[in-house]
């Protein structure tokens, strides 16, 4: 090799005449003292100083001289202690530097677009279209480093389980978990298209009936969705499936294997060991959002039975209409001025909230937007209920359940943020589980799939299929933590009667699920084993081990907010041969 030894390595027990090393990296930083340079030369390894003199090696001080920042240099030397009082305690290889003899370029660099060696804040867009130059800033390389160890984590975790890893194809047909496809047109079947798996589901499914019975693939995954902070065109999930399972089997297999994870690759605490469960019903009610934040509390309370005839009209008529009037309380921000009051106002309404009513408690009474409506007694009990105290602040929200719930469990999550409560060092990961198996769709009036449409009822809820749909739970589970859905699974529909009568609550045909679905129910007549999985999301675990706050940190080259990608320029124009090829025409 170029190089006998990495960087961050060197120690003092590598000092003495005795050893020679030769070292190639980049160049961190450098300064030059009179006749000394000092370079602090970087691998992936980490960082040493190296010294260059003018008296004792012309020749190499030459070369420094030259270098400037990302310079790959190659240096022969050897290591020395630095003279006592001019040791780094700040750098594992604080304590020697490498005096060079002789030194290489091996290559030059442009100058970079940004700093390496510190973030001063640029643009995201400049970040990634130079993304090879923003992934050799240490922050990236540890997020890489970290994903690493994860993944392989997880891979030694199953394979000690006898699961089997198992790839699937990226060319597919489409389907469904509820985002719109990624297509690839097909040049040898003019007009037909392969879909990009949203998931593996299908396939993973068809690995069960094909009796490997322990699956396991670190899986890309690939939706057509508006993006977020959470959300990628395409991403990764440790996708799972296992066959004679219960939801109990499914959830005692991953459960230690994230703890274990936690506590083997991340300095993070785990809030509570084991994981709490909270049924889908519970989430909402208490903390508006079925993957809650559970680590604090703020939880919400519903006072509608106390206002419900009450003189103001807006909680009335909330009530009246079948709504709820709920609220929570912000501890100590009792003096928020109304400026402060309008921004939560603006805040809840961007999640189709009409306003929000406050009550600041004070010592001698309340300051409030509403309290003037009500009748002293009413307000002391809707205080007593929100359990607020002298200088904390009460916000209401009348709606909609479900705009209550968004609302104010997205309110909970902007105040946990400007009261601190949202410490990235403490995971609180949590099990929700009894969903919903279906929710109704209003706009195209029909039911559609909590999760997706492979989810089998609760065993009791059965009968419900038939007599009452909206109230059938699914054998559903979510592994939550921190206000994110790390993954989804469920025990799935092996029986085709079900599955069929499933299809038809979802408003598919015999004829329509046949030609979608056919080889799954064909495949359901063969002896399919009782099943189920999961698929924990890859980059959003890495993001809280990392504790970051974006998957973009954790993923090697993403797309960008409008899913393009700065540095190839994806997508882009293709040539008019090429889409002749494919039989496609531009509309324009
Ligand atoms: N395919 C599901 C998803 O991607 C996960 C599962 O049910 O295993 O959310």
């Known amino acids: 090799m170029l190089k006998t030894h990495n960087c961050g390595d060197l120690r003092a027990s590598h ?12 160049v961190h930083r450098y300064r030059t003292h009179g006749g000394v340079i000092f370079v602090d030369l970087r691998d992936r390894s980490g960082i040493v100083q190296v010294t260059f003199s003018q008296d004792t090696a012309p020749d190499a001080f030459a070369v420094a001289e030259q270098a400037r920042n990302e310079w790959v240099i190659q240096v022969k030397g050897t290591v020395q202690r630095r003279p006592p009082g001019l040791e780094n305690p700040e750098m594992p290889t604080g304590d020697v530097e490498v ?3 002789a030194a290489a370029v091996l290559n030059p660099s442009k100058t970079p677009p ?15 279209k130079y993304r090879y130059l923003d992934l050799r800033r240490q922050r990236m390389q540890r997020n890489m480093i970290l994903r690493h160890r994860t993944v392989k984590f997880i ?12 790839e699937t194809p990226i060319l597919t047909k489409s389907t469904p978990e509820g985002a719109r496809d990624y297509l690839v047109p097909s040049r040898v079947h003019p007009g037909n298209f392969y879909a990009l798996p949203q998931s593996p589901q299908q396939l993973k499914q068809m690995i069960m009936v094909a ?64 994981f709490p469960r909270l049924t889908y019903h ?28 009450s003189d103001f009209s807006v909680f009335r008529n909330a009530v009246e209409a079948g709504g709820q009037v709920k609220g929570l309380r912000a501890e100590g921000l009792g003096g928020y001025s109304r400026k402060e009051m309008d921004e939560l106002t603006e805040f809840v309404k961007g999640y189709g909230a009409k306003g929000l009513a406050w009550l600041a408690v004070q010592p001698d009474g309340y300051r409030s937007s509403f309290a003037k409506y009500l009748s002293g007694e009413t307000v002391d009990a809707l205080v007593a209920r929100l359990e607020g105290q002298p200088g904390d602040l009460l916000l209401l929200v009348a709606d909609r359940p479900a705009v209550v719930a968004e609302s104010l469990g997205r309110l909970r999550i902007e105040l946990g943020n400007r009261l601190g409560l949202r410490d990235d060092n403490v995971l609180a990961f949590a099990w929700i589980i009894d969903f919903p198996l279906f929710q109704w769709n209003e706009e195209e009036d029909r039911w559609d799939p909590s999760h997706h449409l492979f989810t089998s009822p609760m065993p009791e809820d059965v009968p419900l299929l038939d007599s009452d749909p909206g109230a059938a739970r699914g054998q559903q589970y979510d592994l939550v933590c921190n206000d994110f859905e790390i993954g989804g699974g469920s025990i799935r529909i092996h029986r085709r009667a079900i599955q069929e009568k499933v299809f038809k609550l979802i408003g598919l045909d015999v004829e329509a699920a046949r030609q979608q ?4 129910l064909e495949a359901f007549e063969y002896g399919t ?60």
């Open 114 to 128: 940004f700093y390496i060696d510190h973030e001063a804040g640029e643009a995201e867009g400049l970040r990634l």
């Open 517 to 520: 679905f056919g080889h799954m």
């Open 282 to 309: 519970e989430a909402v009610r208490r903390f508006g959002k079925d993957s809650p934040d559970l680590r604090f509390g703020m939880e919400l309370a519903d006072v509608s039975d106390l206002v419900a005839h």
């Open 15 to 26: 000092a003495g005449p005795a050893l020679a090393v030769t070292l190639a990296g980049w």
């Open 529 to 588: 084993p009782p099943h189920g999985g999961i698929a924990p999301g890859i980059d959003r675990l890495v993001m809280l081990l990392a504790g970051e706050h974006n998957i973009r940190e954790v993923m090697t080259f993403p797309k960008s907010q409008t899913a393009s990608d700065p540095m190839t320029g994806a997508p882009s124009p293709v040539t008019d041969q090429q889409l002749k090829e494919l039989h496609i025409r531009l509309a324009d």
């Open 155 to 166: 891979r030694d975790f199953l394979s000690e389980r006898g699961f089997v890893e198992i």
């Open 211 to 274: 009796g490997f019975e322990r699956y396991f693939q670190i899986a890309r995954c690939f939706r057509d969705e508006d993006q977020r902070a959470d959300r990628q065109p395409e991403f990764t999930q440790l996708d799972l499936e296992m066959s004679f399972v219960e939801r109990e089997d499914i959830m005692q297999l991953i459960e230690p294997m994230i703890t274990q994870l936690v506590e083997t690759v991340s300095d993070k605490k785990l809030l509570f060991k084991p």
């Open 99 to 101: 005096v060079a003899g």
